[in-house]
């Protein structure tokens, strides 16, 4: 008997478990279970195809063995034997103990075999002489390795090699793995040809692109519904004799040229019509089909359905070339459309007379604010179909973006003619426009430029027309105005140059003033704050929104020396109005990044406190996210700041450069989510989200939250929700002077009590 030195793991432990289950080594062992004739026959059909594979790589080992007395025993995942071939004799030994086809496997009932153990281990295993734990099976070796879908690595079964002890030869396991290698490779195969059969027949029968194969005659040997249902184009019907019947049916007239003179097609794209004369737009491909001998054989031809995207390329064609909101031409077209006149007239020498007209509504930007984005919308719509009313023959009318409207006329005889056209289009606004049953009465102003006198190319031409445009604003609106020469000098550049020298005097002559917008403790209903903010009152000018002045400031340079004043004249007010009585408030200031990056911040902010007296724990600095993104030099800034006493907080929060980690890392006591997120709040999905991340991330990192720009009651309630900290906005005061801020301190506190008192009543 052959015993082999050492024992496998696997086989240890099996062994292991069948001393544990108390089974008798020298005993007979039956299977105890077994299928029934009709569920061996039903799982024979399902393995039908995998048991014919296998029995026809059993047959070959058994011709490579031939005269070695060996069996081949096939068993399905569950251990069932379904199928055994080889030695009769050995065969009908092991029929006389119970194992023959239908016989099930297991650990269980059958001690250390070699079916479950290669059903269960992952490799090729083998067991010989006494490495059973039978010992009746001692005298047998035995070889077993599982077989699966390798695609999926489905388990399907295992095969088998019994011999006698004496005829052990470790090459009997390495040509089974061999086999079962083969095995699977086959079986993977035939799955995936029928998967290609059923592809080929999904492709033909039931693709959405049209199918047509035919023969080198021209019949047709395959057509799928496609063909058939759109252009009733049969199976076994003549292509060729089609094309002759109706020449104007493209798919046949370019299918007899594949046929008749070997021709192939690549992406021909055809506008056809169905049978019920629909419009349908197609990608065609076709080609010759020839054997091996390079014969002709026939040909095959597709059509892909393209009519949807066609449609839409068309839309987006249009819609580049036109306004979306009131079909207008746009400002792509008009530039496209004076580069082709300018340069028609270059080329031919002739002279050709243009006018242009830029027509901007008055004051719309008021009617949008009072009455809604969509009733704006209306009007802009009502506004383009009187225009169009005045174009005649010889003009057409553009919409620039927003209320600006651009008329261009050719061949318009005369200064006179010019005139009288702008009057016209004035005109056109003397009947008010109604808009959801109510009458608005909406005005123009209109700036006419004239090619080739005022302008010799389309950007220059368009700037005159807008400079005189500005020009009729000016002059108190509703009219128009021709350019001229002199107002080639009322340039934004110009206007932007006096302003900054404007701004040079600013800061000497005392006009910077500080306005000053409230913060409201939304738990506690008070104010307890408020954000300085910056207003230029030009002697010239009027009061000048930062807007316009700040990147002149942070261009020139000045944004630092302006920027320490507020701070300085912020910390002096904060003490005028504890003197006076009123609360000690949290006064914030905004730093610029100029500021921000000076060597001497630290230094300048705690000299300011010393000298006004004021408590730096109601100095809250307010900066950009922006800023912070020199990690190391903000955490050393913003550490030295803190410990002078004053807060941190980040404004704008959400629009710039972030990073939690670093925010961690930050001395920073307050987020105020920028504005920008809570105007949409309660219409933008997105924007709420938003909103509600950074309130929630904001106070796991025990920071507060500020909501800048709350302007409805709809917005205050979901911030109070949320648990916002506090807001400011227009909801409850705009920015207001010293002034004005400490004439209604006390009633707006009182207010915002009350209503709060009142909300509160309302819920119980």
Not at 2 to 11: A, F, N, P, S, W
Not at 293 to 319: A, K, M, P, V, W
Not at 428 to 457: E, M, Q, R
Not at 711 to 723: A, G, H, S, Y
């Amino acid at each position: 008997m052959v015993q082999l030195k050492h024992e496998q793991d696997y086989i240890v432990e099996s062994k292991r478990k069948c001393v544990e289950a108390g089974m008798d080594p020298n005993e007979i062992r039956k299977p105890k279970h077994s299928m029934s004739d009709l569920q061996l026959l039903e799982k024979r059909h399902t393995y039908q195809e995998i048991l014919s594979v296998v029995d026809f790589f059993s047959k070959k080992i058994l011709d490579s063995l031939s005269g070695t007395p060996v069996l081949i025993v096939i068993s399905d995942e569950n251990g069932y034997l379904l199928h055994m071939v080889g030695d009769e004799t050995i065969r009908m030994t092991i029929n006389q103990l119970g194992i023959e086809v239908g016989a099930q496997f297991t650990q269980e009932d059958m001690g250390t075999n070699v079916v479950s153990l290669s059903l269960q281990q992952n490799h090729p295993i083998q067991l010989i002489g006494s490495n059973h734990y039978h010992t009746i099976l001692h005298g047998t070796a035995c070889y077993g390795v599982a077989f699966r879908y390798t695609d999926i690595n489905n388990l399907l079964g295992s095969i088998c090699i019994m011999t006698a002890t004496e005829l052990h030869n470790p090459f009997f396991l390495t040509m089974l793995s061999t086999v079962v290698d083969s095995i699977e490779r086959e079986l993977l195969l035939r799955k995936q040809n029928r998967k290609l059969n059923m592809l080929n027949q999904i492709m033909v029968n039931k693709n959405r692109n049209g199918i047509i194969i035919t023969n080198a005659d021209g019949v047709i040997n395959s057509v799928n519904d496609f063909v058939m249902d759109k252009f009733n184009i049969q199976r076994d019907s003549n292509i060729v004799d089609r094309a002759h019947q109706d020449p104007e049916c493209l798919v046949s007239s370019y299918m007899k040229k594949v046929i008749q003179k070997k021709k192939s097609y690549d992406n021909v794209q055809m506008i056809l019509r169905t049978v019920d004369n629909q419009k349908l737009v197609c990608l065609f491909d076709a080609q010759p089909i020839y054997d091996e001998t390079h014969n002709f054989i026939g040909s095959y031809s597709q059509l892909r359905d393209i009519t949807e995207r066609y449609l839409n390329e068309e839309r987006h064609n249009y819609l580049a070339y036109h306004d979306e909101l009131t079909s207008l031409p746009n400002r792509r077209s008009l530039q496209e459309t004076l580069n082709y006149h300018i340069s028609s007239s270059l080329t031919s020498g002739k002279t050709i007379d243009l006018v242009l007209m830029f027509l901007d509504l008055d004051h719309f930007k008021t009617i949008n604010d009072a009455f809604g984005h969509s009733n704006g919308d209306i009007l802009l719509k009502q506004v383009s179909s009187r225009l169009i009313l005045c174009l005649g023959d010889n003009g057409k009318v553009f919409r620039m973006g927003g209320d600006e409207f651009i008329f261009l006329f050719h061949d318009i005889n005369g200064q006179k003619d010019v005139i009288q056209k702008g009057r016209q289009i004035i005109d056109l606004f003397d009947t008010p426009f109604t808009i959801n049953g109510s009458k608005f009465h909406v005005t123009a102003s209109i700036g006419i430029a004239i090619y080739p006198n005022d302008g010799t190319d389309a950007e220059t031409f368009m700037v005159y027309a807008d400079n005189a445009m500005y020009k009729s604003k000016s002059k108190g609106r509703n009219n128009y105005t021709l350019f001229d020469a002199n107002m080639k000098t009322h340039s934004k550049e110009k206007d932007k140059l006096s302003l900054e020298v404007s701004l040079r005097r600013a800061l000497e002559n005392k006009e910077f003033v500080v306005y000053y917008q409230p913060q409201v403790d939304l738990v506690n209903k008070k104010i307890i704050g408020v954000e300085a903010l910056l207003r230029w009152d030009s002697p010239e000018y009027g009061i000048v929104s930062p807007v316009s002045f700040i990147p002149i400031l942070e261009e020139n340079g000045l944004i630092s020396q302006v920027g320490e004043w507020v701070l300085s004249e912020v910390c002096n007010q904060s003490k005028r109005w504890i003197e006076q009585g009123f609360p000690k408030l949290r006064m914030a200031v905004n730093l610029s990044s100029q500021q921000f990056l000076k060597d001497n911040l630290v230094e300048v902010i705690a000299n300011t406190l010393i000298e006004t007296g004021m408590d730096p724990n109601y100095l809250e600095l307010e900066i950009t996210e922006t800023m912070t993104m020199d990690v190391e030099r903000a955490i050393t800034v913003l550490g030295q700041l803190n410990a002078l006493g004053v807060r941190i907080s980040i404004d704008d929060f959400g629009t710039g450069y972030s990073s939690l980690n670093y925010l961690k890392k930050f001395p920073i006591h307050t987020l105020k989510i920028d504005k920008s997120f809570v105007r949409d709040i309660m219409i933008d999905v997105n924007d709420s989200n938003i909103v509600s991340t950074i309130i929630s991330m904001a106070h796991n990192l025990n920071l507060d939250v500020v909501a800048e720009g709350v302007e409805t009651k709809d917005q205050l309630d979901f911030l109070q929700l949320k648990k916002c900290d506090a807001v400011q906005g227009y909801y409850y005061s705009k920015p207001l002077s010293v002034v004005d801020f400490e004439k209604s301190f006390y009633n707006l506190n009182n207010e915002i009590k009350m209503n709060s008192t009142n909300e509160m009543d309302g819920l119980t």
